[in-house]
């Protein structure tokens, strides 16, 4: 079977600000549900069949360029089109607004992920090694079991790390509010939690309320 490239989804983000591509015009309404239809573009340049639906597994070349691009397809607000056309070669990804990501479940080493609002990322069980995930507002990290070393998960609001277990060294989280971290104990040595408000520990136990803590 064909599958969709880098090249293909190229084709597509410049065809849906057009809203045409070799004839074809942009109906919303028989196409794939998102709000740019990069997917169905990007279907018609790799020779694919037109399909009323979201994208289907082993249909897209599984790049970290090109799997960020298909998390956000599935977002259907206006701002998804400059969301698309954002993404790096990498995987790095920064927008003003908000991040929906809830579609991804894989990111790779080192990528960087920035919002000026909220970032979802709640299907998302492990941070590779040196990945920097920043949000302005609350970072929903909610399936996180794991954060590989030397990488750094910042927000403005709450971070919610409910899940997670194991954490490497030199990871820094740093939460302008809470930052709820209850399957853990204890903070391992060389890792940093800070927090505006609580951290929240196993057994719903907060520590140092109201204030900024430290952990090295």
Not at 106 to 123: K, N
Not at 128 to 136: C, F, H, L, S
Request: net charge negative.
């Amino acid at each position: 079977m064909n599958q969709i490239t880098e090249e293909h989804l190229d084709i597509a983000i410049a065809a849906a600000r057009e809203g045409r591509l070799g004839g074809r015009n942009y109906d919303q309404s028989k196409w794939c549900g998102t709000s740019c239809c990069v997917l169905g573009f990007a279907r018609i340049a790799a020779g694919l069949p037109e399909r009323n639906e979201g994208p289907i597994p082993g249909e897209i070349v599984d790049t970290p360029r090109a799997r960020m691009i298909q998390a956000l397809m599935w977002n259907s607000w206006p701002g998804t089109l400059d969301d698309i056309a954002a993404v790096q070669p990498d995987g790095s990804i920064s927008v003003d607004g908000n991040l929906d990501l809830r579609e991804l479940s894989f990111l790779a080493e080192g990528v960087t992920i920035r919002a000026g609002a909220f970032i979802d990322l709640r299907a998302v069980s492990r941070i590779p090694a040196g990945v920097i995930i920043e949000a302005a507002s609350y970072l929903n990290l909610q399936s996180t079991n794991h954060i590989h070393n030397d990488a750094v998960l910042l927000a403005g609001g709450h971070i919610y790390l409910d899940r997670l277990k194991h954490i490497g060294l030199g990871v820094v989280i740093r939460a302008g509010r809470d930052a709820y971290l209850n399957q853990m104990e204890e903070i391992p040595d060389g890792v940093t939690v800070v927090a505006g408000g609580n951290v929240i520990l196993g057994l719903d136990r907060r520590i140092r309320l109201g204030i900024s803590t430290h952990y090295y």
